[in-house]
């Protein structure tokens, strides 16, 4: 195991992809906590389904795949969001909606296409072996902004999660938040989708703040072990891959999931469940 | 004596239809508004005209020249019960200071000792570090009575709540409305609230505004009382007995009738 971790610095895609999960992870979980709270959680899951959507529609028509994916992943972030504050589809069904849709369209034209190949797998189920320097520099720039998000408006995103109807009253602008956090939670799934895998992206946003929800009492405590945990959880993931030959999104959630069972375990049995 | 708040001939929209219309009345500083009437009748629309977060369709809601969006705190309705929220008290109350942040990031000792003060004047000061989510419903609405003073404690004028005894039992309906009767005596600060509770409503107000998706009455609990709209629902809510003092409106009204 030491020499398969040590292979990441001699192999180009290794470093890639432990550069591009960390960045996405720390994005996801600090995301994912404001995500979760707000009752949001599964935009994940139906972000990534339109992320597979679009990108099968890439390959099928040999255009890039993040010029159309990103666009498009956000538009589909914006609906979202607007489908829910409307009130007539509530938040749920409008993700069910448009991520059966996606995956449906994706579908549709890979068989109409190309067929089931490695890269339209790839898609599902995550590989690091797609993910190109474009993807690395896109991933830095997006963490950068999430951390400069997160540090500048922390109070003001506490307060449109914990009461939107205040936070509005008081001046902040939610509407203006709510979109660009919509956009930046976009970004995060198609770029952390080629790794991961459209089918297990989502877990990256909500495991780790599941988990830390089960101990913190405050929310600064949990956006910080939130991403914390993510870090560890991904490296552990990724170590775990490397050494075992086993997909790296699959090995990632596993770990994530082992964690925020031990939490769970950890709070019913100090009694504060 | 110059009105602090004038709502003229006001019609509000809701999802694109009118919600409520015919609006017309004023109230004075120190007054204590109580604004009733059932599930979309309007009242929380009326609400977020006066906070300015709904424009009116029609007429207008002048403030008082001297009175600045600040010097409003709110209550907002509470849909769900931040069951599980990480959050501690202080940062809660913390929150309510953001109105006067402008493009500052972050909380300054003073907002902090505002913060604390508040907590203290609705007697939750020793809950400060306490988890918000394991506070009882009447402790939690406490908080938030406190983070709406926080937004300008020294200088607060309106105090707006929006049905903040929804879900809490008689004992903490007792203590919040006394302690927001305080507020408006002691404090001088001008309250309004939205409620169901129409027998508690006439208690402690001094002005009622009665609302069906248009103005039904406005004015004083006794002609409230003395009102044909005013003996139905007080009727209909419990035999029209205070749940605060027991005594029964409704006797009374029906001796005036």
Known sequence: ?273 | MTALLTVHDASFAYDGKIAVEGLDFALAAGDYLCVIGENGSGKSTLVGGILGLKQPLCGSIVYEESLKQSQIGYLPQQHFAHGGFPASVLEVVLSGRLGHKGAVPFYTKQDRKLAREALELVGAGALERHWFGGLSGGQRQRVLLARALSTAPDGLRLLILDEPMNGLDPHARADLYARIQRLNSEEHLTVIMVTHDVNTAVHFANRILLLDACQLFYGTPDAFKESESGLDLMRDACGGHCAICGFSHFEEGHRHG
């Open chain 1, 1 to 273: 195991m030491p020499e398969a971790i040590l292979d990441i610095f001699s192999y180009d895609f290794l470093a890639r992809g432990l550069l591009v999960g960390l960045m996405v992870s720390v994005c996801a979980a600090l995301l994912g906590v404001t995500l979760v709270l707000k009752r949001f959680a599964m935009i994940g899951d139906g972000l990534g389904h339109v992320g597979f959507g679009t990108l099968a529609v890439a390959t099928a028509f040999g255009w890039t795949p993040l010029a159309v994916s990103l666009p498009v992943t956000i538009l589909a972030a914006f609906f979202l969001l607007r489908l829910s504050e409307g009130g007539r589809i509530k938040g749920d069904a409008a993700i069910a909606l448009v991520s059966a849709s996606s995956l449906a369209i994706g579908i549709f034209v890979v068989s109409a296409t190309t067929g089931m190949n490695t890269e339209v797998d790839s898609y599902l189920f995550g590989s690091i072996l797609t993910l190109t320097r474009e993807d690395v520099v896109l991933s830095v720039c997006l963490c950068v902004v999430v951390l400069v998000l997160f540090v500048v408006f922390y109070n003001r995103i506490f307060a449109m999660t914990f009461d939107e109807s205040f936070a509005r009253a008081s001046g902040v602008p939610t509407g203006l938040y709510n979109s660009v956090l919509a956009a930046l939670v976009a970004v995060t799934i198609v770029i952390g989708m080629r790794m991961m895998g459209a089918l297990l992206i989502s877990s990256l946003i909500i495991f780790p703040a599941l988990a830390t929800m089960q101990l913190g009492r405050r929310y600064l405590t949990v956006t910080i072990w939130s991403a914390v945990l993510a870090v560890f959880s991904f490296l552990l993931g990724y170590a775990l891959a490397l050494a075992f030959g086993t997909p790296t999104g699959a090995s990632v959630v596993i770990i994530n999931l082992a964690v925020f069972l031990i939490l769970y375990l950890v709070t019913r049995v100090l009694g504060r469940g």
